[in-house]
């Protein structure tokens, strides 16, 4: 199979001259002379047997040919390039890139990360926020922050965080709708819902043996929403204990019935590539956000 493949020289050369259609312009990008590029272009050609380039007067064009090879060599190359970057920073021990979703992230990760780099000042950490899913086999994260399950495709998971959700509001609102001294007069307030959570309203309802008021209210498709909802005002929310950690401490929330906790399915997992536990960046993490979390 080495013996079909050309000579990745002439592979670049190509690839250059193809995209700005000048010898001149790829031999300046690939610091070559236009004989050098010229003649890795020939050899190209002699090697596939085919005319990859029309030669004009003042210009050069691609052949069918040419635009066909010019595709899947861009493609190849753009992959190639793509692989070699992720296996530097897979085998870089001072960068750690961390992967979390969006509403861990705003309402407790990005708060703490900068005692994770006081303890680790040699780290080059790095946050991405999304929900998701990563891929760690062709990836380039080290370590991903999820709400799910626990259960992750080609990854390893571990439960860091359990989770219950209570009613939070603002204190204002709280005090508007004369203080919520009872779990049923929430059945008078407007109800905020986080979209696609099967916690839901309903659910707390039941569970407090009281009739779901089945109220219109706002909902929002992250909990961070639902959350900064009900600090503007805007109602009740059905908070999440870790999201709403935070603002309860600093009174922009208050519980008005903080024993009536439902519990939740999902979880706060650390989730990395298979194998990786003992990977020093791992561990580094791991050891440290066990001990935010104590």
């Known amino acids: 199979m080495a013996d079909q493949l050309p000579p990745l020289q002439t592979l670049r050369a190509f690839e250059a001259t193809g995209r700005r259609l000048s010898m001149t312009l790829a031999a300046e990008e690939l610091h070559l002379t236009h004989g050098a590029v010229s003649?890795?272009?020939k050899s190209l050609e002699d090697h596939l047997g085919v005319r990859l380039f029309r030669r004009m007067t003042r210009r050069i064009e691609l052949t069918d040919?040419?635009?066909?090879?010019?595709?899947?060599?861009?493609?190849?190359?753009?992959?190639?390039?793509?692989e070699a970057e992720n296996l530097r920073r897979r085998n870089d021990d001072t960068r750690l890139v961390v992967s979390s979703g969006v509403s861990f992230a705003s309402k407790w990760l990005t708060a703490r990360l900068h005692r994770l780099m006081a303890r680790y000042p040699d780290l080059d950490v790095h946050l991405e926020v999304t929900d998701a899913e990563v891929d760690f086999a062709t990836g380039h994260v080290d370590v991903a922050l999820r709400y799910g399950t626990g259960?992750?495709?080609?990854?390893?998971?571990?439960?860091?965080?359990?989770?219950?959700?209570?009613?939070?509001?603002?204190?204002?609102y709280r005090d508007r709708m004369g203080g919520l001294r009872s779990p049923s007069e929430l059945a008078r307030c407007q109800l905020i819902h986080e979209i696609g959570m099967n916690t839901t309203w309903e659910r707390w309802f039941s569970m407090m043996e009281l009739p779901y008021p089945r109220m219109r209210g706002p909902g929002y498709g992250l909990g961070s929403m639902s959350i900064e909802a009900a600090i503007r005002g805007e109602g009740v929310a059905l908070g999440r204990s870790v999201l709403v950690a935070e603002d309860l401490a600093a009174g922009r929330l208050v519980a008005p019935f903080p024993q009536a906790k439902l519990e939740v399915e999902w979880g706060y997992d650390l989730v990395y590539r298979m194998g990786n536990q003992d990977h020093p960046k791992v561990r580094a993490f791991r050891n440290w956000i066990v001990d935010e979390i104590r």
């Open 151 to 172: 259960r992750y495709p080609a990854a390893t998971g571990e439960r860091i965080m359990n989770e219950t959700v209570s009613p939070v509001c603002a204190p204002d």
């Open 39 to 41: 003649r890795q272009i």
């Open 65 to 82: 040919a040419g635009a066909s090879f010019f595709s899947a060599v861009t493609r190849l190359l753009s992959e190639l390039a793509r």
